[in-house]
């Protein structure tokens, strides 16, 4: 008689989880717990084998064994479909419906580069292509490399507070890009090819002057390097900028740190040189600073003055993007007035 409760228990179990589908990984749980656990019926009736004879015991015990093992081997058997059937759910639930059409922003709405960007990854890759490598510089400078190091001597009116923004008495904002030379001269020898783009700070603020601008550097540092290196490769600089009919002009001035120096003019990019409102009817644009690499600059890194030469020039970027852009203030760069951003898109 215990024989069949046993096999009817197991036949019951059994039928119990065959379909699968209907139930959740919860509800087979509760049916294994049910049918092999502490409480079960199955456990209950190892208890009662004591109520047994000798004899007959262990029969019914290898019996109920033999019951445990095919209800351990159904339910792992379930288990496994189980955890499929959970996965495929899962997998059913969050499909991707890649048919679908996408939001599409609107070109209006889309993002794109400043201006000031624009204009300094066209100016770097024109140097690139012409074997510079770009190399930034801190923002927050020594007075030695932002001043000393370059020749620009303690009563020089450049390191005037009313020009340089003072963080402590020997840390300003870098007030231009040329510290970077010193520090790319200090750490390589030459040959040197480098461009220095970033932020430059100044306390002055008009129409054509904002106390943060950006300026690009450039420094070429090699054996048998001249003035007429330099004027070459800004003049093809300026006909890749702008168009191939440009010229440059060079006018002696003076920098600390070059020498001779020079102040470098474009024809106009508006008039073609005829004379424009633009270039208040010059036909040319004052567009950058430039010279040989002062030897005073060049031993005060570790470079040997006998053996190398050098020139370097310096830009600012605002500058450039007005002239190339036509923008009349050097303030709208600054004030994100998306209408006057969105026309460089
Ligand atoms: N540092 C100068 C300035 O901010 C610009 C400049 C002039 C940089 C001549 C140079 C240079 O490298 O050779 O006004």
């Known amino acids: 008689m215990l024989n069949d409760k046993i096999k009817q228990l197991v036949e019951t179990c059994i039928a119990r989880i065959s379909n699968i589908d209907e139930m959740s990984a919860n509800d087979l749980q509760k049916i294994k717990s049910e049918s092999l656990g502490k409480n079960s019926e199955l456990q209950n009736m190892l208890k009662s084998m004591r109520d047994l004879s000798p004899e007959e015991r262990p029969a019914f015990g290898q019996l109920v064994n033999e019951a445990r093992k095919t209800l351990e081997s159904a339910f792992a058997e379930a288990e496994a479909k189980m955890k499929e059937k959970v996965l495929n759910e899962k997998l059913q639930k969050e499909t991707v419906d890649i048919t679908l059409p996408y939001q599409s922003v609107s070109c209006e709405e889309r993002g794109h580069l400043h201006p000031v960007n624009l204009v300094a990854n066209e ?3 024109i140097f690139k292509g012409l074997g510079f490598e770009v190399l930034e510089g801190p923002e927050i400078e020594t007075d030695y490399y932002c001043f000393e190091a370059l020749n620009i001597p303690k009563n020089h009116p450049a390191r005037d507070a009313q020009d340089t923004f003072y963080i402590a008495e020997d840390i300003v904002l870098r007030t231009h890009t040329s510290p970077n030379q010193v520090r790319v001269m200090e750490k390589k020898q030459p040959p040197i090819k480098m461009l220095c783009p ?19 550097e450039g420094l070429v540092v090699d054996k048998n390097v001249t003035l007429c290196d330099l004027m070459g490769t800004l003049e093809t600089f300026a006909q890749s900028l702008f168009n191939e009919q440009t010229k440059a002009r060079f006018r002696p001035s003076f920098f600390p740190f070059t020498e001779p120096s020079v102040e470098v003019d474009l024809t106009c990019s508006n008039c073609g040189g005829k004379g424009c409102k633009l270039c208040k009817g010059t036909g040319w644009i004052e567009v950058l600073g430039a010279g040989m690499v002062n030897p005073k600059v060049l031993e005060n890194c570790g470079i040997d003055s006998t053996k190398y030469t050098g020139y370097a020039f310096g830009m600012g970027l605002e500058r450039i993007a007005m002239i190339k852009y036509g923008i009349p203030n050097i303030k709208l760069f ?9 026309q460089f898109r």
Not at 334 to 342: G, P, S, T, W
């Open 123 to 125: 100016i770097m890759d």
């Open 198 to 216: 970033g932020k430059v700070y100044r306390s002055d603020d008009d129409a054509s002057h904002s106390p943060m601008f950006h300026q690009i």
């Open 334 to 342: 600054f004030e994100n007035d998306v209408r006057f951003l969105k």
